[in-house]
């Protein structure tokens, strides 16, 4: 069965200055183009919406709307985008992947895993953790510390059946819930979720440290290694 994909890139992303992070260059093509490459020629992704702040979505640029379906404008929330893109995606796909376009290194092994493991529930890549993690309470006091062998640190892009996904997200809408992802509707709604193997070099640029990582890693080779290409977009 054919898979649709929304990629979300409608943040205002600007803890970097500038422009949202999102649309700055990494490589010589804007980060949101890496990711939205990466899932247009995956042979198992049959249609891509693309969620981006109102002003572009008016005059969406040309690479943009060369990688894509479908280009709609996001909402005040991550959870309101994510109901924007899936209200934009033609229908008819039995299964559904939200990425966040501050991903830019996916991998088609990664869109694969994901796939196979969301016919039927939920599936989300998790990593392990190095850190210790610790419950802190008022007053910095620490409560406890975790037990960091069942901690997983969650990626994107996360799968689900798509009848399921619009349900939980029409639900979470009538109740204005927050969800940082969208498995928590899953969770919040009882449904079991299941973890698949994530990806360290699928890392989220949200400071200028991680834009920094990132365009080392471009030139590194690491990313050839794990058949991350480049997208070959003109852009001005
Ligand atoms: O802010 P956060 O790091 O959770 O954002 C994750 C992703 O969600 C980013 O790609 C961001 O552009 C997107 N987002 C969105 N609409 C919002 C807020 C965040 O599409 N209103």
Request: aromatic content about 2%.
């Amino acid at each position: 069965m054919s898979a649709g994909a929304v990629v979300v890139a409608a943040g205002s992303g600007r803890r970097l200055g500038g422009e949202p992070k999102q649309f700055r260059k990494l490589g010589k093509v804007p980060l949101l183009a890496w990711s939205c490459h990466a899932l247009s020629r995956h042979s198992d992704i049959s249609e891509l919406v693309v969620v981006v702040p109102a002003d572009i979505a008016a005059a969406p640029p040309d690479w943009l709307v060369g990688l894509c379906d479908v280009v709609v404008e996001g909402g005040p929330t991550r959870r309101d985008s994510v109901g924007l893109g899936i209200a934009g995606l033609s229908g008819g796909h039995g299964t559904v992947l939200v990425h966040d376009g501050a991903r830019p290194f996916l991998s088609a092994k990664l869109i694969g895993r994901v796939l196979e493991a969301c016919r039927d529930c939920p599936a989300i890549p998790g990593l392990p953790l190095t850190d210790t993690v610790k419950l802190v309470g008022e007053g910095g006091r620490v409560l406890s510390t975790l037990d960091r062998a069942r901690l997983r640190a969650v990626q994107t892009p996360q799968g689900f059946p798509l009848s399921l996904l619009r349900e939980l997200h029409e639900q979470a809408a009538r109740d204005d819930a927050e969800a940082t992802d969208d498995a928590f509707l899953a969770e919040t709604a009882g449904i079991p979720v299941r973890v698949v193997d994530g990806d360290p070099l699928n890392l989220k640029v949200t400071t200028g440290a991680d834009l920094a990582l990132a365009e080392w890693l471009v030139g590194s080779g690491d990313l050839e290694a794990a058949g991350i290409e480049p997208p070959g977009v003109e852009t001005s």
